[in-house]
């Protein structure tokens, strides 16, 4: 019939090939997996560093440049029985300074002998130790000491700032002749973390007198803990940008005009 019109829409859904609002279900469930991942990750990273490390915060200059007064360290938990030359430690010693911790850099354990200065380097066991982390210009000892022969289960520490440090050498007229317990460290300093100033340097200069301790997990829990919250980010970002992507393609197939015919 003449008077007679039909009115035509484009259809809502369906048809167009888009993707839902939000992402596809597969997008949805690997991005719920991907945040789930992350948070065992990230979570599970700080766990292990609490059970691995103590922090600690250094309160005198004796161990500059390497710690200064004032920074924040990371140090692992260890046994003394773990304890290599050149490593630095934190222990008590109430023979040393009353009820609180120490610490100081190993130089020579159970069984070593021990003096300074030849040629103005410490020597250890008959060998000339190389130093670099001591500050430019300073010498390995401000005074020389007789030779020490450090008995078994038993440490003899250093600090980096040889000029003012009270170390071994202050206790040398003691009963232990400056030495400590090995099984009074606490833990072993693996990095300066506030203000940053990263891994401790290997202490070469001892290699010669035998293995040298091996790095402890931080950078690994570093990692862990990175790839956990980029796990995160990364799922909980899924669902926005799909969404997004999804309103833009809505948009670029357009609506058919209703028409009257």
């Known amino acids: 019939m003449g008077g007679e019109s039909t009115t035509r829409t484009a259809p809502h859904s369906g048809g167009t090939g888009t993707a839902p609002a939000g992402g596809s279900r597969l997008g949805q469930r690997l991005s719920g997996a991907a945040v789930a991942l992350g948070l065992v990750l990230f979570l599970g990273g700080f766990g292990w560093a609490a059970v691995a490390y103590r922090p600690y915060t ?138 940053w100033k990263g891994m401790l340097g290997r202490p070469t200069g001892f290699e010669a007198l035998g293995p040298l301790s091996q790095p402890g997990p931080l950078r690994t829990i570093g990692l862990v803990i990175l790839a956990g919250a980029v796990l995160v980010l990364g799922g909980g970002a899924y669902g926005p940008i799909a969404k997004r992507a999804g309103r833009s393609q809505t948009r670029g197939t357009g609506t058919e005009a209703a028409g009257v015919r």
């Open 58 to 195: 250094v309160p005198t200059s004796s161990m500059t440049p390497t710690i200064d007064a004032g920074d924040r360290v990371l140090a692992e938990r260890v046994d003394g029985g773990e304890v290599r030359r050149g490593d630095v430690v934190v222990f008590r010693d109430n023979s040393w300074v009353t009820g609180s911790l120490v610490v100081k850099r190993v130089v020579a354990v159970g069984g070593d002998t021990v003096s300074c200065c030849t040629d103005g380097k410490l020597t250890v066991n008959g060998k000339q130790i190389q130093e670099p982390y001591l500050p430019k210009g300073s010498l390995a000892e401000n005074q020389n000491f007789p030779t020490v022969t450090v008995p078994r289960g038993r440490l003899f520490l250093l600090g980096d700032e040889r000029q003012g440090s009270l170390d071994s050498t202050a206790h040398l007229t003691d009963a232990a002749k400056g030495t400590v317990a090995a099984d009074a460290v606490k833990a072993r300093v693996d990095a300066v973390v506030w203000p």
